[in-house]
Each structure stands twice: as C-alpha cells, then as structure tokens.
C-alpha cells in the first residue's frame, strides 16, 4: 500500500498473491497455473536473453502484433501489445469518460485506475447468481467496465447479452484475463470488430507467466491510439514480445485449449466434492476459480493459512460480504487437502 493511497482504494487493490505468505504454502489463492512456464516456452525466453544488450526490436514487436491478429482474425492495427492486462486498466482514463459503469463482483483494478483518475465511477452490483443485466447498468455511463469469465464468481456472460450494453458514443471494455481457460473460449468477443468494444486478454494465468507481465488489446484503431496517447517509449521488453508471439502461435493456442478442458474437467470434479461435504459454490461456474459461501470466512481463512493453505479472501469485492472465499481450480488430490482442511477448521 501507497503510503499516501486512500484505505478504501487499498482495499481495492488486494491481490490473491498477497494471501501466499509463506514459501511452500498450498495456493488456492492465485489464478495462475503451475509454477513456471512450459518448456517449450521457457526454451524459447531463452533463447531471447543474448539479445537483452539491445533495445526491443520494432519488427519483432509488429510480428508479436501480426500473430495476435491472425490468432484473432483481426487486422494488426486493432492490436495493442500490453504489460499484462493490467497495463490496459492503467490505460483506461485516457478515454476520459463522463461516468464510468463498473460490473461489480469483479476484479478491481479497473475502478482502482479509474477512482485514482479522478472519474466519476458508478458500481453496477449484480446479485447472487451474478448474472448481467444491462437494465441496471446507467444510460448516461459512457464507458461500461467488466469482466468474462468474471472473477471472483466465475460467471460466464452470454457475448450477445454484452454486446447489447453498447450505446453511442460509450465505449464497453471487456476483461477476456481468463477467456483461453474456457474451452473454445466461449462467449468470447476478441472477434467481435465493433468500433466502441475494447478487449482485454492475458496470457499470464495459462502460461505462469504472471512474472513477466504479458498481455493485449483488441479494439479500433481510433480507441487503441487513445489508450496509448502519452505512453513510454519501448513499454515492453524484448521478452515480453517473445512470450506474446509464442502464446498466439497456432500450436500454443491448440495447447491452450487442451488445459482449457483439462481446467473444466478439474472445476467439474471440485464443485463435487465441495458441494458433496456442503460447502456452498456458487454456479453455474465457467472460470479456473470458484467463489464459496462460508460462514465466518475470515476466521476459516485465517486457520487454512495456520495449515499452510491459502485461499483468496473475498470481502475487497464490492458486492460481497466478509462470508466470500475464492479458491483456484487444482487438481482433485490437492482440492481434497484444502477439503479436509475445510472440514476440520469449520467445526
């Protein structure tokens, strides 16, 4: 926290990786799967590092570009190479928008830039089960914030019903961090060419690459030129370009489809066994994370840390309460250690 940052924003800005507090711990808590990128990958960052004596290179950048768009069917001037998505939130006051709508339970870092800004911001809260309804959102808000799949409550929303938040003259951004652990990435609007929709993706989560900070947007070139007015030179390092380029090639994007289905596969067998031991999930569930209902859910998260377990607190979210822990999808032998952990500090 910023010594000078209001509290309420910094309790906006809490992340999962601040609840792994200790080397070791069993981590519920992060949205990213494993702890390293695949060889593959790792080989090819590699193979970059001979070249960190130079300044990143404007061909291998426009190829980065050129891959994306291709992986998109897009045209490469709707393509902006981000650091992570993140960078992109950080972007979205240069919209300068009268009064931003953010879809809230969400993540939060959009309205963190957007508040820090100085822009009028009014919270859409959806109830439980979190399903969008463009009715709630403000006709006059000219800029619409949310996220698909949506974290922390793992809602996938129909593309058709976000398409439909469109108006003249608002511009609606779409957080996509967690669309390529959907298989076939459905709903998605990263095709979608519509001159006022903006589409954030990252490629940190799939990858474990959430070090090295890799992402993009898809959107007009008119917007996009907006979003970059009074960025630095160079804003990505040369292996950032690197890892973008490998992880929109066709094979990667094949690869990630398969942990796609392996991820929904996982989220299917967890929801059973919690809600078999009557733990409340919330559902339906589309994301690599799910959003639990528990009783005094400070205290149980509190305990799982003392076992060694960390799972993301849930009360930073506006639109829920402190009775809300988000947990990663794991695999079924871990998912049942944090089960029988559940079950013994919930007594």
């Known amino acids: ?60 950048e426009m190829a980065a570009r050129q891959t994306v768009a291709r992986r998109h069917g897009r045209a490469v001037e709707e393509v902006l190479l981000l650091a992570g998505a ?7 006051p240069r919209l300068e928008p009268r009064l931003a709508a953010v879809i809230h339970p969400s993540f939060t870092e959009p309205e ?34 949310l996220g698909n799949p949506t974290n922390p409550t793992s809602v996938l929303h129909p593309a058709a ?26 709903e998605s609007l990263s095709r979608a060419e519509y001159p006022d929709l903006v589409v954030l993706r990252s490629l940190t989560k799939t990858w474990a690459l959430a070090g090295l900070r890799c992402g993009y947007a898809l959107g007009s070139p008119e917007v996009l030129a907006r979003l970059v007015r009074g960025r630095a030179h160079w804003p990505l390092g040369t292996l950032q370009i ?56 400070t205290l149980v998260r509190k305990r799982l840390r003392e076992k060694g377990i960390a799972v993301r607190r849930g009360d930073t979210f506006p639109g829920l309460g402190p009775d809300y822990l988000r947990v990663a999808v794991r695999p079924a032998a871990q998912t049942r250690i944090l089960l029988d952990a559940l079950q013994e500090v919930m007594r």
Not at 163 to 169: D, E, K, V
């Open 112 to 145: 963190v830039a957007l508040r820090t800004a100085g822009v009028p911001i009014e919270r859409v809260v959806l109830p439980p089960p979190y399903e969008l309804d463009p009715a709630l959102v403000p006709a006059e808000a000219d800029l619409v914030v």
């Open 1 to 60: 926290m910023l010594p000078d940052m209001d509290p309420g924003l910094a309790a906006l800005r809490h992340h999962g990786d601040a609840e792994v507090v200790e080397p070791g711990m069993l981590d519920f808590a992060v949205n990213v799967r494993g702890t390293a990128p695949p060889a593959w990958l790792r080989d090819r960052l590699v193979r970059q590092l001979d070249r960190l004596g130079a300044y990143p290179s404007a061909a291998a």
């Open 86 to 92: 993140a960078e992109g939130f950080a972007m979205l």
């Open 242 to 297: 690197e890892a973008i380029t490998a992880c929109c090639e066709p094979d990667a994007v094949r690869e990630s489809d398969e942990r796609a289905s392996q991820i929904a596969a996982e989220r299917t067998a967890m929801i059973r066994l919690l809600t078999d031991a009557g733990i409340e999930v919330a559902q339906p569930a589309a994301g690599p994370f799910l959003l639990l209902h528990v009783a005094d859910a």
């Open 161 to 186: 019903t976000i398409a439909s938040l469109r108006r003249p003259g608002r511009i609606v951004v779409v957080d996509e961090a967690f669309a390529d652990a959907v298989p076939g990435e459905l």
